[in-house]
């Protein structure tokens, strides 16, 4: 008598994007917000990165904003240079966004790797980061954690710019500058220390640092203390060391990223963009077609060797409370309508109901589905608004 085997319940692809629409593959990698693991789509069978992120763990670290502002930003991203969303969905426990996938590392992992990379390669890389900043600043949208933790390589060795979980996009109305701290301190540029309002400039000084540790494997500014790491970006001068030699054409250009004052920064605003492209570091930059990916990179990651941390799958598989499976949706609560029972557990529930409410689902094949979606949204978040002031004026 032969043994049954269990088979997979047929999945409808033409209904609303889940999980079980995709083909669960290896670990990569792991963040503050959530986990990333390398998915297979089961109609396409075109292969994408999974970022999930647990709810409770995301309530926990009071990471609903960061989370559901990530999602909606990235859905008005669609850029050859950026890790572009593709899918977004949830259930009970998590919350998915598929992204681009990039094979190819990211440069913390290949500057761990090698201790520092050649000047061409950092040129190259310098470029195309460039325009990615670039065609954000054209959207208002600055990113605030540019670090070489947040630039991918694809199989082919372009460099792609990720993780907007603090990036903001700027209101056309907003008159106002910025002044939140926000950003990995040892990039954070000094207008940000100041508190006195920053504005699209932070990248450009961040992309400086950036360019500085590639080169030299180490940063410009360095402290025993994070209140001497401040007052050294704020006040020290920069050097450069001896070891590897590099152009004084690649020091000039860092030197006028690390700029302190703003107005003359390169890259800043349209002027300073158009100044950026004609510095002699980038001079032989085929600038009409670098965003085509047609110019080939300098170095192509190697595509029989892992160029992610290993650790990731062993931590999945060993060390998971947890492990990512599809699960069926369970029927979600209503929301409680009493004003005494402000338990935490009820708490815990009002925060869960906003996750439902506000991380839409998104698929990039069905852009008219996602509109409608956004402006439910929106016409119920002015519902409730109006509701609000109505009962305050009562």
């Given amino acids: 008598m032969g043994t049954v085997c269990c088979k997979e319940e047929p999945v409808d692809l033409l209904s609303e994007v889940e999980l079980s629409h995709f083909v669960l593959l290896r670990s990569v990698g792991k963040g503050a917000f959530g986990k990333v ?27 609903i904003d960061n989370i559901v502002s990530e999602r909606r930003l990235l859905e008005h991203i669609d850029y050859s240079l950026i890790v572009n969303l593709r899918y977004a969905f949830q259930d009970d426990e998590n919350l998915f966004m598929v992204l681009d996938l990039m094979l190819g590392g990211d440069l913390r992992f290949h500057l761990d790797r090698l201790g520092s990379l050649p000047e061409k390669h950092v040129q190259f890389y310098a470029a195309e980061i460039a325009l990615s900043l670039h065609y954000l600043h054209t959207k208002n949208i600055i990113h605030r954690d540019l670090k070489p933790d947040n630039i991918l390589l694809d199989e082919k060795g372009h460099a792609h710019l990720t993780d907007f979980n603090i990036a903001v996009q700027l209101n056309q109305k907003r008159t106002k500058p910025l002044t939140s701290i926000a950003g990995s301190l040892a990039y954070i540029s000094p207008e940000i220390l100041k508190k006195q309002g920053y504005s699209h400039s932070v990248d450009w000084w961040s992309l400086g640092i950036v360019l500085y540790e590639l080169l030299y494997g180490q940063r ?7 209140e001497d790491l401040q007052k050294s970006i704020l006040f020290d001068p920069i050097e450069f060391p001896k070891e590897p030699k590099i152009s004084h054409e690649a020091m000039n250009f860092i030197r006028e ?28 930059t ?6 085509s990916k047609t110019v080939g990179a300098p170095f192509i990651p190697d595509e029989k ?15 998971e409370d947890n492990p990512l499976k599809v699960k069926k949706r369970a029927l979600q609560p209503k929301a409680s309508t009493s004003n005494d ?29 996602n509109e409608k979606r956004a402006k ?8 409730s608004q109006q509701n609000r002031n109505s009962n305050r004026r009562k």
């Fill in 37 to 63: 693991r390398v998915v297979q789509h089961k109609g396409t069978k075109k292969l994408f990165a999974l970022k999930y992120i647990n709810k409770e763990k995301c309530i926990q670290m009071k990471a």
């Fill in 220 to 226: 410009p500014f360095k402290a025993k203390s994070n």
């Fill in 257 to 284: 990223l690390l700029n302190r004052d703003i107005s003359q920064r390169i890259g800043v605003g349209e002027s300073g963009f158009k100044r950026l492209k004609r510095h002699p570091w980038l001079k032989d």
């Fill in 286 to 291: 085929c600038w009409d077609i670098l965003s």
């Fill in 305 to 319: 060797r892992s160029n992610f941390d290993p650790t990731h799958e062993l931590e999945e598989v060993l060390l």
């Fill in 341 to 369: 029972d402000l338990s935490y557990n009820t708490l815990n529930m009002s925060d869960n109901q906003l996750l439902e409410q506000k991380f839409l689902a998104y698929d990039y094949t069905k852009p008219e589905e």
């Fill in 376 to 383: 439910a949204l929106a016409s119920s978040t002015v519902g």
